[in-house]
């Protein structure tokens, strides 16, 4: 696996009582609590059911694991060497835009969901309600990643030169800035978003 992955994993037994998600190799993103992590199973409680049952999942039904404190734990398997596939280079993306990202101003956060070569980013308001404007990014399109810019109090800015699609067709370039809360979410965010153009370059 690329560099920014195997930095981030080391898989042991965790106990955490804050929210977490877990997002299995179906595609099926949970929020729950991870109650423990074992030799070759996850045991978690669903957020919303504290009280309820303890589940278990094996670890190669899990893509990742992200805890509330940014944390990221990858699929564990024999072949950890290959590339990251699409499809989780995709989760990455959704699920670390969801958990960290903000506007510039931090006016709202971001609901993030990607088709193909599109990121597409609505608008969330902080009481929670989801605003129906959205923009939509071409991320197969040239695309220039600035470095990613670390600021004080663990914030840090990502800044990407993309071009949209308005009304069907590819607008001139404009920068995108998400504002991320932790260097290392932000690191990992910006990696994943360099190696899925990268990977959508050569496809489309």
């Given at each position: 696996?690329?560099s920014?992955?195997?930095r981030?994993?080391l898989?042991?037994?965790?106990?955490?009582?804050?929210?977490?998600v877990?997002i299995k190799?179906?595609g099926e993103?949970?929020?729950?609590?991870i109650s423990e992590?074992l030799?070759?199973e996850?045991?978690y409680k669903?957020?919303?059911?504290?009280d309820?049952i303890?589940y278990?999942?094996k670890k190669?039904?899990?893509?990742l694991?992200?805890?509330?404190?940014g944390?990221y734990?990858?699929?564990?398997n024999?072949?950890?060497?290959?590339?990251?596939?699409i499809?989780?280079?995709q989760?990455?993306i959704?699920?670390?835009?969801?958990?960290f990202?903000t506007n510039k101003n931090?006016?709202?956060?971001?609901?993030?969901s990607?088709?193909?070569?599109?990121?597409?980013?609505?608008r969330?308001?902080?009481?929670?309600?989801k605003?129906?404007?959205?923009t939509?990014?071409?991320l197969s399109?040239n695309?220039?990643?600035?470095?990613l810019?670390?600021r004080?109090?663990g914030?840090a800015?990502?800044n990407i030169?993309v071009?949209?699609?308005?009304n069907?067709?590819?607008?001139?370039t404009e920068?995108?800035v998400?504002?991320?809360r932790?260097?290392?979410?932000?690191e990992?965010?910006?990696?994943a978003?360099i190696?899925y153009?990268?990977?959508?370059s050569?496809?489309?």
């Amino acid at each position: 696996m690329v560099s920014f992955i195997t930095r981030a994993v080391l898989l042991c037994s965790f106990i955490s009582y804050s929210q977490d998600v877990l997002i299995k190799s179906n595609g099926e993103t949970l929020n729950v609590i991870i109650s423990e992590i074992l030799n070759e199973e996850i045991k978690y409680k669903m957020y919303n059911e504290l009280d309820g049952i303890v589940y278990s999942v094996k670890k190669n039904d899990v893509t990742l694991v992200v805890f509330e404190n940014g944390t990221y734990k990858p699929k564990k398997n024999s072949s950890q060497n290959h590339e990251t596939k699409i499809d989780e280079l995709q989760q990455i993306i959704i699920t670390y835009i969801n958990k960290f990202a903000t506007n510039k101003n931090e006016l709202h956060n971001f609901q993030a969901s990607i088709e193909g070569p599109i990121l597409k980013l609505s608008r969330v308001i902080r009481s929670g309600e989801k605003n129906p404007k959205f923009t939509l990014y071409d991320l197969s399109a040239n695309c220039y990643f600035h470095d990613l810019s670390r600021r004080k109090q663990g914030l840090a800015y990502i800044n990407i030169d993309v071009p949209k699609i308005k009304n069907g067709k590819t607008v001139p370039t404009e920068k995108l800035v998400l504002k991320i809360r932790g260097h290392d979410n932000a690191e990992i965010l910006l990696n994943a978003l360099i190696q899925y153009h990268k990977t959508l370059s050569q496809t489309f």
